[in-house]
């Protein structure tokens, strides 16, 4: 090749930022090096050669000479060839994405052996059973990963010459029976393929790089990192390691650690350890495993090493570090660390003991946190007792509290989530291809695998309420149904509970309680009392530091005064946006009927008097629960046919009634109004300002109730700060004339009271044309609150009502976009629509208050963006503005 490009990289030769380049396991394969630490010698090959292959669905030109010269320096370093007949170097073939994707993309062990050199192995090692496992490995490997073949097709040949020898174990198998049980995989490669298994080990290495970069692309890759919102575009770099052996005996072994408890944060030894076995099998939890500590007693050696090095790396990283590590013939070998995975309880736990510990600062202890895993502390727990009968005790592998539907497969529960059903995935163990299941899932129960399993790994990855190693739980997955110890059968569809923090699982639905953390903003925990655990500390600092360094304001969205209170205790600083429809159902459903059935001013004015007291008793309350803070009262915004009954419903009961001869007059009038106010697109018809300019009277008597209310607490010494907001307006001229009419009630109200009260009056932005013509708005309005809901829905032209269940579904899968719109802001289309209006406004009127109030305002990703376009405030539902406050810092700092 001529290229000039550097597509392969000496362990030696990066460090641990470079994890864009190198992929997270290069990048740190390669600090460890660095670092000292014994890390068997390699090479990555970068994800931008990953990025041309995809790309140009061929390698690189000048790769191949690339890994040529790597791999020379790699045989020279460990003083053996690859695939040498006497004495043969094998290589693993690892990908390694710059996000952590656990078991989403392929490796290959063993690259090396063949026919000849896997004698080669035998001698050098001292045991031909060992060089025919590995062969039988490799083939296995490699059938299934590169040359994608069917792994059960293996799976089944082993069970065969198991069954041959009369045993359920490999381990029963000797040199013999795994010679032939090689000679079956070559001979299903052969049938399957066409081809025999390549022999020249070169070509099963640069066949087993392509097969790591093609796993790039495989469903559950994509299907995750859909879900973890990883960019489908990055790629996966390929680390090319020289082998060590956890399976040459009970002198060696391999393992997981953590530097502390991954679901409690505590410090401690923690992890499994498997003796006599190779990478993979601790994942895949196939062998029951031991704890770390034990690794004690069976090689003190190795692991004195291990919590040398743990403490190394602890320190080194300032965090919690995940481990994987192999014993070959008691010596230790690193083969991988990152930092690791944790609960959410465990993220704000480690995040103030690092903090304690002089290892990082409050500002860092903020950044190493997340408003998802705050949101995630406050889930309901299981209350104790109740009806439910516990079932058994399992592993407690990733909190939270999960009622369900026992379901035994990923195709099932998929299927009734998609119905709306609750289920819990209830399997042996799970593999990669149960991801769709277990995100479809509440919760999900395995009965092998220790914490460390992949169920494990992955539950508590997406916060999934996970319960793992239930050993005594019988699973059949054939039949559906589990058997729990005393003879209990859970058979598909009944109802299961399963509590992530304690490994209980129970039979039936047990009830649920707020935890400590909601308990803590509610107010009922001190958190400087004896009553507050670790934990509550830990999300109380955190967020005191967040309150600290955030710039923008936290306000919610509220219309009750049980929700403003609420809010206020989690932390909301005002309201930003008080709905006034819900003051309109209900009992008051008959008041609107009267307002819009009315035939002369009179009855008009009849129906709005009322509606008006009652509206300003609500106020009254809210300004109460608000005292001292901005209260944005929206006036009305729905089609008022919304509170009117149901057209075909209403057509059904008149068309009875007639027909039983008793015509109802009353309803008949009813329908006639349904008929009228009927519009084909009521979202984009009359509604928002649109129904203050045309019901004369609504906005005044709405403007007149929160007047009367302000002045009423004002004089019974409240500290009221009403604020106006006109909903769904796009033209100044709109704004314009409900201002005029508002001002003079409010100057008249306030007159009548002798209470003088300053009320800014503004707008929302929801429509396109309000952002775009803001500069002119911003004439009228002393405030913009942006209406990301309204402004999504018109920006797109998506239905919020309909699209979600329509077809989102379809639009994700095909990638069009990796999160819906109405979830987390889109930034180009929406959000440039904000900037604009942010822009406009302000330079029309320096003044101007700007803040959110669509869902928008309680989304993580859309907090970073309110901050940095320059927005006031955000707000959002209650049990949001603890997340918000939080996501608010962050953005910060
Ligand atoms: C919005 O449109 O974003 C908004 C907050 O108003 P609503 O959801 O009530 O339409
Ligand atoms: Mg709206």
């Not at 498997?274 to 069976?298: C, F, H, K, Y």
């Not at 994987?324 to 690193?334: A, D, G, Q, S």
């Not at 992955?458 to 559906?480: H, P, Y």
Request: glycine share 10%; net charge negative.
């Amino acid at each position: 090749g001529t290229g000039t490009a550097t597509w392969v990289y000496d362990f030696s030769e990066g460090n641990k930022d470079q994890k864009d380049l190198l992929g997270g396991k290069g990048a740190n394969l390669a600090e460890m090096t660095n670092l000292g630490l014994p890390v068997p010698p390699g090479f990555t090959i970068t994800t931008d050669a990953c990025r041309y292959y995809l790309e140009h669905g061929s390698t690189p030109p000048d790769l191949g000479d690339q890994v040529t010269e790597h791999l020379t320096a790699l045989e020279k370093a460990m003083g053996k060839t690859l695939g040498d007949p006497s004495d043969p170097l094998l290589v693993s073939v690892r990908s390694g994405a710059a996000a952590s994707m656990p078991g989403m993309m392929e490796t290959v062990l063993n690259v090396g052996l063949n026919d000849e050199s896997v004698r080669g192995l035998a001698t050098q090692s001292g045991s031909e059973r060992f060089a025919w496992d590995s062969y039988r490995r490799l083939i296995q490997m490699f059938g299934k990963t590169v040359l994608d073949l069917d792994g059960e097709l293996f799976e089944h040949a082993l069970d065969e010459a198991k069954q041959e020898q009369g045993t359920e174990s490999d381990l029963d198998l000797d040199a013999g029976h795994l010679e032939d049980v090689v000679g079956r995989f070559k001979a299903i490669v052969r049938e399957q393929c066409g081809r025999d298994f390549p022999q020249d080990p070169r070509e099963q290495l640069d066949l087993a790089i392509n097969a790591v970069f093609d796993s790039w692309n495989s469903g559950r890759a994509i299907l995750y990192r859909r879900r973890e919102r990883i960019p489908c575009d990055a790629g996966t770099a390929v680390n090319v390691v020289a082998m060590v052996f956890g399976n040459l005996g009970m002198d060696s072994g391999t393992g997981v650690a953590f530097t502390r408890d991954p679901g409690s944060g505590e410090q401690g030894v923690y992890g499994d350890y498997l003796q006599n076995a190779q990478g993979e099998d601790v994942v895949a939890g196939i062998r029951n495993t031991v704890p770390l500590p034990e690794l004690e007693r069976i090689d003190e050696g190795a692991y004195r090493e291990l919590l040398s090095i743990m403490s190394t790396l602890e320190s080194h990283y300032r965090d919690l570090c995940d481990i994987e590590f192999t014993v070959e013939r008691n010596k230790l070998w690193m083969l991988q660390t990152r930092v690791g995975k944790r609960t959410a309880g465990a993220a704000f736990r480690i995040a103030t003991q690092l903090v304690d510990e002089g290892l990082i600062d409050m500002d860092e202890a903020v950044r190493r946190v997340t408003g998802d895993q705050l949101a995630q502390l406050m889930f309901p727990r299981f209350v104790s007792g109740g009806d439910a009968t516990q079932l058994t005790q399992g592993m407690n592998a990733s909190p939270g509290a999960a009622v369900g539907k026992a379901v035994f497969s990923s195709e099932t529960a998929v299927q009734w989530a998609d119905r709306g059903e609750e289920v819990v995935l209830v399997r042996r163990e799970t593999n990669p291809d149960d991801l769709s299941g277990m995100i479809a899932a509440e919760g999900v129960l395995t009965s092998r695998g220790g914490k460390t399993s992949h169920a494990a790994v992955v539950a508590r990855g997406m916060g999934k309420t996970c319960v793992c190693g239930a050993e005594e739980l019988q699973v059949d997955t054939k039949n559906r149904r589990f058997t729990a110890p005393g003879g209990t059968v859970v058979e598909e569809g009944d109802v299961i509970s399963i509590d992530g923090s304690t490994g209980a699982v129970w039979l039936g639905e047990v009830p649920v309680e707020a935890p400590a953390v909601v308990r803590y903003f509610e107010g009922e925990i001190d958190p400087d009392s004896a009553e507050a655990d670790d934990l509550v500390r830990s999300v109380h600092r955190i967020l005191t530091h967040a309150d600290e360094v955030r710039r923008l304001d936290v306000r919610t969205n509220a219309d009750t005064p049980e929700d403003t209170a609420r809010a206020r205790r989690f932390g909301a600083r005002g309201i930003g946006l008080c709905r006034t429809e819900h003051m309109f159902l209900g009992d008051r459903r008959q008041l609107v009927e009267k307002l819009i059935l009315a035939e002369d001013d009179e009855g008009k004015q009849a129906a709005l008097d009322a509606l008006a007291p009652l509206q300003r008793q609500d106020f009254l309350e809210i300004f109460e629960a608000m005292d001292g803070l901005p209260v944005t009262v929206r006036l009305l915004d729905p089609p008022l046919h919304e509170f009117l009954p149901d057209l075909t419903d209403l057509s059904v009961r008149v068309a009875v009634a007639e027909a039983q001869g008793h015509p109802d007059e009353a309803n008949l009038r009813l329908l006639a109004a349904v008929r009228r106010l009927h519009e084909q697109n009521p979202m984009l018809g009359l509604r928002g300002v649109r129904l203050g300019l045309v019901v004369q009277g609504l906005f005044a008597m709405q403007v007149r109730a929160i007047a009367e209310a302000a002045c009423e607490r004002k004089r019974a010494g409240g500290d009221p700060r009403p604020e106006i907001m006109i909903p769904l307006v796009g033209a100044v001229q709109e704004l314009e004339a409900i201002r005029e009419e508002s001002e003079q009630v409010l100057a008249a109200v306030f007159q009548e009271c002798g209470v003088e009260l300053d009320v800014l009056i503004g707008t929302m932005i929801e429509v396109p044309r309000a952002a775009l013509t803001a500069a002119e708005i911003a004439s009228s309005a002393e405030f913009f609150s942006f209406g990301t809901n309204d402004l999504t829905q018109m920006t797109w032209g998506f239905s919020r009502d309909d699209v979600e269940a329509a077809f989102f579904h379809a639009y994700l899968d095909k990638g069009i976009f990796g999160v819906s719109p109405f979830e987390s802001l889109d930034r180009p289309g929406v959000g440039r629509l904000v900037e604009v209006a942010v822009q406009e406004g302000r330079s029309a009127r320096p003044e101007l208050k700007l803040g959110v109030c669509g869902e928008h305002g309680g989304d993580p990703d859309s907090v970073h963006f309110f901050h940095e376009v320059g927005l006031d405030y955000v707000s959002c539902s209650p049990f949001r503005v603890p997340v918000a406050r939080l996501e608010a810092g962050r953005a910060a700092l």
